[in-house]
């Protein structure tokens, strides 16, 4: 016995110490870890416990049957992080690049099975170069097993997908399926054809990182969630991420203590939104002043920056914010900001998360390309997520809330249950020098003067139907409350909603739109 445990010890280490020296040394000159650091950085300490180490793949041709490495160029396992058990997978590019194969892809299924089966979070750590070329339509089946199993997991379990090199083809609808994308600049690149394929077809002249690197998909597409300059910082916001989810979505999102007193005065806030519905500010710093200690993850954060999505916690419990920002396009809504609006109150909704929406929004970007864009579908699939939603919600309306845009970020009428305003709020179906314009343009166009009517004629609609008490008058907010009070206001009304149940008519799924 003895004989075979040191047997069996000289397998582990060189499974551990992977194809060799020259093989790490060339991981290390593109300046990425190795396989097993960073899953030494995910996870805590000596947590790691390995799945099929010793996994060889049985393809023959092209030279395979010569080389068959231990993993097959894949680590799965699971450990814990905070000491939460967290599954995970991460590829090897130093075996075959981290291409994918039949061995490759059935320990991916495995662990992504058993992710599933314990209700615990996946995370993807991807470097490799896609499908395994000598082992034909078999490695590309097993993309499939992925991809179906992405979407069985989908609202069930967290799935975070970390990006720490190339990941082309139909490999990048891996991540596209899961909730958060990680990228890290430089070393990482998604995309489904290549700057060679883009140069054949259309003559175009790009990098990789021009086309698919983590600044594009952060700021232009919106495929990453998050972007970091190097992967210490971006594995140990993975971990904070992981600590603002719940295991599964059977269990709410962990609650930490707070020493920040949940009736603190926000005196602030009085000072920080202008009265003038003209002038911009920053709601960062409206979300700073209301949440636990300032502290909050912004998703999306360089991607629609007209409206903010954040993970915060307000008593030491998680909630999921969405903001109109007003130094963004004045906080409209346009289509990409209903998209990432969107997707991230689904995400909430799946997971537990009640949803904090802080109004301040003029209405929806007008424009011929808004409209020939499919503004009505994108902004209805903000409308369809809020509206499906069956978390707590509450709404804060700080100053305008205009039009369909007020009805679609969460308002009373589509199944908020809390509505409050601010003493500066406006809410109407336009601004009052529009629906003046509309309403009197037959005064206006006949007076001596036309502006000095058109001016009082403003003056007039603000002071019947603009003024901050007309909605609470006719029941549409439950409140006007304080600035200096809304920490404390939302904190005791998200703990009276904590045990919320709504019950949705028998279906199969909804058919949202697109």
Sequence with gaps: MRLHVAELAAIRERVHAGPGEPATAAQKAKGKLTVRERIELLLDEGSFREVEPLRRHRATGFGLEAKRPYTDGVVTGWGTVEGRTVFVYAHDFRIFGGALGEAHATKIHKIMDMALAAGAPLVSLNDGAGARIQEGVTALAGYGGIFQRNTKASGVIPQISVMLGPCAGGAAYSPALTDFVFMVRETSQMFIT????????????????????ADVHAGTSGVAH?????????????RYLLSMLPSNNRENPPAHECD??????GEALLDLVPVDGNRPYDMHRVIEELVDDGDFLEVHERWARNIICALARLDGKVVGIVANQPQALAGVLDIEASEKAARFVQMCDAFNIPIVTLLDVPGFLPGVDQEHGGIIRHGAKLLYAYCNATVPR??????KAYGGAYIVMDSQSIGADLTYAW??????????????????????????DPEAMRARMVKEYKAELMHPYYAAERGLVDDVIDPAETREVLINSLAMLANKHADRPARKHGNPPQ
Excluded: H, K, W
Aim: hydrophobic share 40%.
């Design 194 to 213: 290549g700057p060679d394929v883009v140069r054949a077809v259309t003559g175009e002249e790009i990098t990789q990182n021009g086309l698919g690197g």
């Design 226 to 238: 998050f972007a970091y300059d190097d992967e210490e910082t971006c594995l140990e916001e993975v």
């Design 260 to 265: 920040d007193p949940p009736d603190r005065s």
């Design 394 to 399: 509450i709404s804060l309306i700080l100053r």
């Design 423 to 448: 003493p500066t709020n406006e809410i109407a179906v336009m601004g009052a020098e529009g629906a003046a314009n509309v309403i009197f343009r037959r005064q206006i166009a006949a007076a001596e």
